[in-house]
């Protein structure tokens, strides 16, 4: 069975494939797709721009297609950076200028009040619409979406080299090193797209 991730970032696809493997699918990028366009995540919530890539791939590809959106919530900051956690410095932004503009909005927070939260939300979109285990609830037409999240806080300064995005500012609950001072796989143990896409393994092993 092909499935195509709905991404061109390379971190992105190794977490992913890295979280997938032992499932018996062949997996394919928009790589494999240069036909097929950038879609803009243009919803005002996750799991809209989740739905909205992976039914948009799958029409291109006429092949099975995983999207997904996440991104970092902090409880101060009314949720934000939020559906705009990629773009919250600015539509070419890169991950150091985000977590510049997370910082220099939470100088002066205390430590109890710099909790946040990752989420992901994973969107499985088909071709033409698949029976729906009993199993799996939220399935509508061709699309299921599967959720997950880390709870944690922010530090005041980057650390660590491993991961992407905000991992550097990110220590989840409960540990003293960011998600950036990591393994890869102690990360997908704790991590919010690690959660989500072991549901979608699960789904995956009944199909």
């Not at 029409?59 to 999207?67: P, Q, Y």
Request: with cysteine.
């Amino acid at each position: 069975m092909d499935i195509v991730l709905a991404t061109r970032n390379k971190k992105k696809v190794e977490e992913m494939s890295r979280i997938l493997g032992g499932v018996d699918i062949n997996i394919l990028t928009l790589d494999d797709f240069p036909s097929c366009p950038e879609v803009e995540e243009d919803k005002d919530t996750f799991e809209g721009n989740a739905v909205k890539k992976a039914v948009e791939i799958a029409k291109c590809t006429n092949k099975i297609a995983v999207a997904d959106d996440s991104g970092l919530e902090v409880y101060e900051l009314n949720g934000n950076p939020g559906v705009r956690s990629a773009r919250y410095a600015g539509e070419k932004a890169d991950d150091i200028a985000n977590i510049e503009k997370l910082l220099k909005g939470m100088e002066g927070i205390p430590d109890e009040k710099r909790g946040a939260r990752f989420v992901c939300y994973i969107a499985l979109a088909f071709p033409d619409t698949p029976p729906v285990p009993p199993l799996i609830k939220g399935g509508q037409g061709g699309v299921i979406t599967f959720f997950g999240f880390a709870e944690g806080w922010i530090g005041r300064e980057p650390k660590g080299r491993m991961g992407f995005g905000y991992d550097p500012v990110f220590f989840p609950t409960g540990y003293d090193r960011t998600f950036a001072e990591m393994t890869p796989e102690e990360k997908d143990a704790l991590s919010h797209r690690g959660k989500a896409l072991e549901r979608l393994r699960e789904y995956l092993g009944l199909i």
